[in-house]
């Protein structure tokens, strides 16, 4: 007999909570949940292995609705294996946008370590710069200006 766990198991498993889970069942993201006798929901050892990509799929912002997209595709058969691909490289092309974005900024922060290396290496003793604007000084018109 195949392993199966509780609700409880699988979120502590998971990480995701409870509710998350039933969420996920309910908008079509996990579908096909077994059930006990008594009703309650029973995820198997493939059950988690689907939530682990779906995790991953949403830890990489897909969207829900793309998610669920794909997760219909999936249950529709080997036939949608063009659209899914599809789905997937579009979806991979966006991690590799915004991974480019976080290299520009990562770029950035170890320049200003470096710099900071330097001086703190020089014995300056540092506090952070004030990065806030100064107030602006603002005069009270008079009646005579314009």
Do not use: N
């Not at 990480?15 to 309910?26: F, I, M, N, P, V």
């Not at 292995?49 to 793309?66: H, N």
């Not at 794909?70 to 092309?93: F, N, P, S």
């Not at 990562?106 to 003793?125: E, Q, R, S």
């Amino acid at each position: 007999m195949t392993d199966t766990r509780t609700i409880q198991r699988a979120a502590e498993e998971t990480g995701l909570s409870a509710d998350t889970l039933r969420y996920y069942e309910r908008i079509g993201i996990l579908p096909g949940i077994g059930r006990s006798q008594s009703g309650h929901r029973r995820f198997t050892d493939d059950d988690m292995g689907w939530i682990k990509l779906v995790q991953c799929l949403r830890a990489t912002g897909m969207p829900l609705e793309d998610l669920h997209r794909y997760a219909e595709l999936v249950q529709e058969g080997e036939h949608t294996a063009a659209e899914r691909l599809g789905l997937l490289e579009d979806h991979k092309c966006r991690i590799e946008a915004e991974l480019a974005e976080l290299m520009v900024a990562l770029d950035l922060v170890d320049m200003k370590i470096a710099g900071y290396t330097k001086l703190v290496a020089k014995g300056f003793d540092l506090e952070p710069p004030d990065h806030r604007p100064v107030p602006r000084r603002v005069r009270p018109r008079t009646e005579h200006q314009h």
